[in-house]
């Protein structure tokens, strides 16, 4: 019997009205056949009328197990009233909160960003059988956990994506079902641009960057849970089916951090051009890109300043690039010179954890500055750092980066 795993957003249960669409929904999946678990988040901004109650009434005198505790209600509140709405319509259900005997999500004694126990919780997410077999529909908190103590713990950002999942890998479900306020993954921000489409698919590698970069259908964190042997897909409310065919996020999760440092094989050059008030003559970049385009080469970096314009080009490229920018730079009133440099080496470093990591250039770079390697050039982003050394320095700058990471 096919097994699915269905968990609803806070704003998909926000008023009376979308929490009955929710349950009729399940229960329509219930009536094909299916077996189906609900995981849901709290009713629309309860989670931060609490926050903003307790800090109000205690500041920072609320200890993190209070702060727990307090947060936990807005799950165990919309589980109750769900799971009531389905047996109204004629199918048992039964919640299942940190206190249930049956409660699946064990963690570690962090309350409020704990991490989940997966050999113990696997192990008694099977207990949801039970009911699933006797034909009842379990509605669970998403978002919270359980410590070796009993005290309810919090999952942290993206908890209830997090539960999903895991659930849905735990009981090795035919499909999770993230239920949300959007049809799916769209190209861009419908509310910024009106022609923004629905994607029929995106990669699970495409969705974490599309999260990590601000998309707020789907918490990056929550992906490291995905199984790749299970169907995962992202729907609208508003469609009133689980069985819409939303957005299919596909293929598997890899681990950045098992790649988390990569040192490009070959020798990057970089080619500097010169001149006044470069950030203000418009057009100069995309002119200087498509010199080196119309050649076929590759640009692995590029950086801008006021007085300097840098492109990093794989060695061999450059040699042929090179008279083709001086060119360039002669028939420019606001370039002066060009300047090919020696042999660099370019490291590369991705992890979605980097936008959650406070000081992380600093960690890569203070054990270059410890060895006395110079650092030629850097850039950042909110999931990559890229540095750019001395190609005699290359392989020691890796070994060194990868004992920090």
Do not use: C
């Given at each position: 019997m096919e097994l699915i795993v269905a968990k609803f957003g806070?704003?998909?249960?926000?008023?009376?009205?979308?929490?009955?669409?929710?349950?009729?929904?399940?229960?329509?999946?219930?009536?094909?056949?299916?077996?189906?678990?609900?995981?849901?988040?709290?009713?629309?901004?309860?989670?931060?009328?609490?926050?903003?109650?307790?800090?109000?009434?205690?500041?920072?005198?609320?200890?993190?197990?209070?702060?727990?505790?307090?947060?936990?209600?807005?799950?165990?509140?919309?589980?109750?009233?769900?799971?009531?709405?389905?047996?109204?319509?004629?199918?048992?259900?039964?919640?299942?909160?940190?206190?249930?005997?049956?409660?699946?999500?064990?963690?570690?004694?962090?309350?409020?960003?704990?991490?989940i126990d997966f050999e113990a919780s696997e192990e008694k997410a099977q207990g949801l059988f039970k009911l699933l077999d006797e034909g009842i529909i379990p509605v669970i908190c998403g978002f919270l956990g359980r410590d070796s103590e009993g005290n309810t713990t919090t999952l942290g950002r993206g908890g209830s994506d997090i539960t999903a999942f895991f659930l849905g890998h735990a009981l090795k479900a035919n499909e999770v079902i993230i239920v949300t306020d959007v049809d799916g993954v769209m190209s861009t921000d419908p509310r910024k641009i009106a022609d923004a489409i629905k994607l029929d698919q995106i990669s699970v590698e495409e969705m974490r960057d599309l999260a990590t970069h601000g998309a707020q259908v789907l918490h990056p964190h929550a992906l490291r849970y995905k199984d790749p042997d299970i169907d995962a897909k992202i729907i609208g409310f508003e469609k009133e089916c689980l069985a819409d065919a939303g957005t299919a996020i596909v293929g598997p999760f890899e681990d950045a951090n098992d790649n988390l440092v990569d040192l490009h094989p070959e020798p990057i050059t970089a080619v500097a051009m010169v001149g006044e008030d470069l950030l203000n003559h418009v057009?100069?970049?995309?002119?200087?890109?498509?010199?080196?385009?119309?050649?076929?080469?590759?640009?692995?970096?590029?950086?801008?300043?006021?007085?300097?314009?840098?492109?990093?080009?794989?060695?061999?490229?450059?040699?042929?690039?090179?008279?083709?920018?001086?060119?360039?730079?002669?028939?420019e009133d606001n370039l002066s010179s060009i300047s090919l440099g020696g042999d660099i080496g370019m490291l590369t470093m991705v992890s979605p954890e980097f936008i959650d990591t406070p000081g992380i250039v600093s960690i890569i770079t203070s054990p270059?500055?410890?060895?006395?390697?110079?650092?030629?050039?850097?850039?950042?982003?909110?999931?990559?750092?890229?540095?750019?050394?001395?190609?005699?320095?290359s392989r020691k700058a890796y070994d060194l980066i990868k004992e920090v990471l």
């Open positions: 806070g704003t998909s249960v926000g008023n009376g009205k979308r929490i009955r669409q929710a349950a009729q929904s399940v229960v329509d999946e219930y009536m094909k056949g299916k077996k189906v678990v609900v995981v849901v988040s709290a009713i629309n901004k309860t989670t931060d009328e609490l926050t903003t109650i307790t800090e109000d009434a205690m500041g920072n005198e609320a200890t993190a197990r209070a702060r727990a505790e307090i947060l936990s209600m807005g799950e165990k509140t919309s589980i109750r009233v769900i799971s009531s709405v389905i047996e109204s319509l004629g199918v048992k259900s039964e919640y299942i909160d940190p206190d249930h005997e049956l409660w699946p999500i064990l963690t570690d004694n962090v309350p409020l960003s704990a991490e057009g100069l970049i995309a002119k200087i890109t498509g010199v080196i385009a119309d050649v076929g080469v590759n640009i692995y970096g590029i950086s801008a300043g006021q007085n300097s314009i840098t492109t990093f080009l794989n060695k061999v490229d450059a040699d042929v690039v090179y008279p083709l920018l001086h060119d360039l730079v002669v028939n270059l500055k410890d060895n006395d390697i110079n650092i030629v050039e850097i850039s950042s982003s909110q999931t990559a750092v890229v540095v750019f050394v001395e190609w005699k320095d």
